[in-house]
């Protein structure tokens, strides 16, 4: 089975700019969440959600980020205008199943704003 | 909101030792998952936990969920190279949002051959 695929692997942007990562999930998982970890740490929610959906967003900052999954499958993440703090690495994750068995995380996107 | 406090930050251990990680909460998860992170990647999943008192091992690692289910260790026998990575803890409680995990902030393990 194919892995969750993002894109791209790294991006460097200034402040202020805008910047898109995409998400392709595991096939037939329902379930996609975003994740941010910034150097040093564990990896924190952003977002999830259940086919197309959301089911969680309360620590995306909105004032910023944005993020949709239009048809249930692939998924982009948005962030208009970068600021510093928001360098780290963007993981992507799904699961098909009880998420009590864990996710399958893509590679993620490493994000330096300068 | 929620921490999991994870240590030791790091180790650096040699090769053939047992290396022994653990997570507390101050509040109480229905499960517990160990992941290893390895540079430029994802977590990848280890372990699950989802009773308290479980013990489960997977290959050289074992893991096991606290009695009063507001921690977890991780122990890894006879380390290899390959197990060098940063080991996260994850819990979940059904308080929260379906499938969001609260993660640790790793423990770094390095092993000298």
């Known amino acids: 089975e194919a892995g969750v695929a993002q894109s791209p692997r790294y991006k460097i942007i200034e402040k202020r700019q805008s910047v898109a990562f995409w998400c392709n999930p595991i096939s037939g998982h329902a379930t996609l969440y975003w994740y941010q970890q910034i150097l040093g740490q564990g990896p924190k929610l952003l977002i999830q959600f259940q086919n197309n959906g959301v089911v969680d967003d309360s620590q995306l900052p909105k004032d910023r980020f944005s993020a949709e999954r239009l048809k249930g499958v692939d998924s982009t993440l948005k962030i208009q205008p970068a600021k510093l703090e928001d360098s780290a690495v963007y993981l992507c994750?799904?699961?098909?199943?009880?998420?009590?068995?864990?996710?399958?995380f893509g590679s993620g996107t490493r994000l330096t704003v300068v | 909101g929620q921490q999991l406090n994870q240590s030791p930050q790091s180790m650096f251990i040699q090769e053939g030792e047992d290396v022994s990680m653990n997570c507390t909460s101050s509040?109480?998860?229905?499960?517990w998952l160990w992941y290893k992170q390895d540079p430029g990647e994802g977590p990848v999943l280890l372990i699950a936990l989802y009773k308290a008192g479980e013990l489960t091992s997977n290959g050289r690692l074992t893991a096991q969920f606290g009695i009063t289910r507001k921690d977890s260790f991780l122990n890894i026998s006879a380390s290899i190279p390959s197990d060098v990575g940063i080991y996260f803890c994850a819990g979940r409680n059904y308080g929260g949002s379906q499938g969001n995990l609260i993660f640790g902030k790793g423990t770094k393990l390095s092993v000298k051959p």
């Open positions: 994750a799904s699961s098909n199943r009880d998420p009590n068995y864990g996710y399958t």
């Open positions: 509040s109480i998860f229905n499960t």
